[in-house]
């Protein structure tokens, strides 16, 4: 039917080291999402905190990190702090860059999530004793990040999906960085991305599976 | 950072890759857009079982890294199927396809916000399906489904940066080619990032507003 020889064994015998990549694959998109996570809940806290000046900073990073690419965050990491003398590795760059849009698209949707939790349980913790650094963490928090489970997993997605622009900043030991390795050197360019392309759809199916098994269990009552 | 060897040739090529993303986008997003409104009706109308097979494979444009999409895509056009396809037409048709799979998912949950009560109403007064769809479905939808649909057009723009690895040289591309030549990677990447944000940020906050005043009323 086709004019070309596939030759799925030959690519076949680069998976074992494909699925290696994959391993990189998801531990970058879970720091990131771990750090991307944390820095979102103090950006959140920021535009609580009623500072000018911190909510100015919580929005600036929002806006930056939602108006422009992935892509280009994770080039200005890399590139744009090598003009400031700071080199970072592949692999920091890309953490990085991942973590940055992370944080701020998440802060969005904590943002949203707020919005759901009504202000009087902020003042009843108060009036309980609570300071508000306790009423935060003891009472709102929880329900924030409860609120924004599917959006978190949505990220989390995402995350993994942009691993592969790491590839801009010459990151080669990821899923798509060991793929176009391979490539580079078998030229068997559309057996080798379709598996990478089969290894990234179990991977974020298994992702959204789980989690959605993880809310039916976490969230029962 | 503001004594730059930038010349006026180099302001025209970044000028030009700016429209390459431009017109990229507009492409994907007008194709996308009509295909996803299409695939979007199809899946509600048919329900879940009928509609499982397209719901897989657009699930898969959504599942799989857009860089993977466009060498695979390329690859199996090229050298596969072995057609002379320029990037740009690739870029092009797995952008629309890529917009497609995220639409129809918009296009769906706006219909499905539409009360059916209203829907058998207007059908019990006699309206066919075309115009309970087009005097009923559609301006309630298109005023939910409107916001999500802002946000996608904007994230396409975005994810638009990534053609260049089919040899499109759009924005980001030719600020790249630039930066190897120049070696200012601050100031080109400053430019270039300001390009996107300039676009994106007000049509973003036209977005945000619109939702919040259709909420409200």
């Known amino acids: 039917?086709?004019?070309?020889?596939?030759?799925?064994?030959?690519?076949?015998?680069?998976?074992?080291?494909?699925?290696?990549?994959?391993?990189?694959?998801?531990?970058?998109?879970?720091?990131?999402?771990?750090?991307g996570i944390s820095i979102a809940i103090v950006l959140t806290l920021f535009r609580l905190s009623?500072?000018?000046?911190?909510?100015?900073?919580?929005?600036?990073?929002?806006?930056?990190?939602?108006n422009t690419p992935a892509l280009f965050q994770i080039y200005m990491v890399h590139f744009g702090l090598g003009g400031f003398g700071i080199h970072l590795s592949p692999?920091?760059?890309?953490?990085?860059?991942?973590?940055?849009?992370?944080?701020?698209?998440?802060?969005?949707?904590?943002?949203?999530?707020?919005?759901?939790?009504?202000?009087?349980?902020?003042?009843?913790?108060?009036?309980?004793?609570m300071t508000p650094i306790a009423a935060f963490r003891y009472v709102v928090m929880p329900q924030m990040l409860r609120i924004s489970f599917l959006p978190m997993t949505n990220q989390m997605v995402w995350a993994i999906l942009?691993?592969?622009?790491?590839?801009?900043?010459?990151?080669n030991t990821d899923l798509y960085g060991v793929t176009s390795d391979l490539n580079a050197r078998t030229f068997r360019t559309f057996e080798l991305f379709a598996i990478a392309a089969m290894i990234f759809y179990l991977i974020t199916k298994t992702v959204t599976l789980s989690a959605r098994l993880l809310a039916a269990r976490l969230f029962r009552y | 950072m503001f004594d730059t060897a930038l010349t006026t040739n180099d302001?025209?090529?970044?000028?030009?890759?700016?429209g390459v993303t431009l017109i990229v986008t507009a492409i994907a997003v007008f194709f996308g857009t009509v295909m996803g409104i299409v695939f979007g009706v199809f899946r509600y109308q048919v329900g879940p079982w009928w509609a499982a097979p397209l719901t897989?494979?657009?699930?898969?444009?959504?599942?799989?890294?857009l860089l993977i999409q466009l060498v695979l895509a390329n690859a199996f056009v090229t050298t596969v199927l072995g057609w002379r396809v320029s990037g740009f037409t690739v870029a092009c048709g797995v952008l629309s396809l890529y917009t497609a799979a995220y639409c129809a998912e918009i296009v769906r949950g706006g219909i499905e916000a539409v009360p059916p009560t209203l829907r058998r109403a207007a059908r019990s007064l006699g309206l066919s399906w075309g115009q309970d769809m087009t005097s009923i479905v559609?301006?309630?939808?298109?005023?939910?489904?409107?916001?999500?649909?802002?946000?996608?057009?904007?994230?396409?723009?975005?994810?638009?940066?990534?053609?260049?690895?089919?040899?499109?040289?759009?924005?980001?591309?030719?600020?790249?080619?630039?930066?190897?030549?120049?070696?200012e990677p601050l100031f080109l990447l400053i430019v270039c990032g300001s390009f996107y944000?300039?676009?994106?940020?007000?049509?973003?906050?036209?977005?945000g507003y619109l939702e919040r005043k259709w909420s409200r009323d």
């Open chain 2, 138 to 183: 559609m301006p309630l939808a298109v005023r939910i489904a409107l916001p999500s649909w802002i946000g996608l057009a904007l994230g396409v723009m975005k994810d638009s940066a990534l053609v260049y690895v089919v040899q499109v040289v759009e924005l980001l591309k030719s600020a790249q080619i630039l930066i190897t030549r120049l070696q």
């Open chain 2, 11 to 18: 302001l025209i090529f970044l000028a030009r890759g700016a």
């Open chain 2, 197 to 207: 944000f300039l676009i994106s940020f007000p049509i973003a906050r036209f977005g």
């Open chain 2, 56 to 65: 897989f494979v657009l699930d898969i444009f959504r599942s799989i890294p």
């Open chain 1, 50 to 66: 009623g500072s000018r000046i911190l909510s100015a900073v919580a929005a600036t990073w929002v806006e930056i990190a939602r």
């Open chain 1, 91 to 129: 692999y920091l760059s890309l953490l990085i860059g991942i973590a940055f849009n992370n944080a701020g698209y998440l802060s969005e949707n904590f943002r949203g999530a707020l919005k759901g939790i009504p202000e009087t349980q902020t003042r009843s913790a108060r009036s309980l004793g």
């Open chain 1, 1 to 35: 039917m086709f004019n070309y020889n596939f030759r799925w064994a030959q690519a076949m015998a680069s998976l074992p080291r494909m699925l290696e990549g994959a391993l990189v694959t998801l531990e970058v998109a879970l720091l990131s999402m771990v750090i």
């Open chain 1, 162 to 171: 942009m691993t592969s622009l790491g590839t801009v900043v010459a990151m």
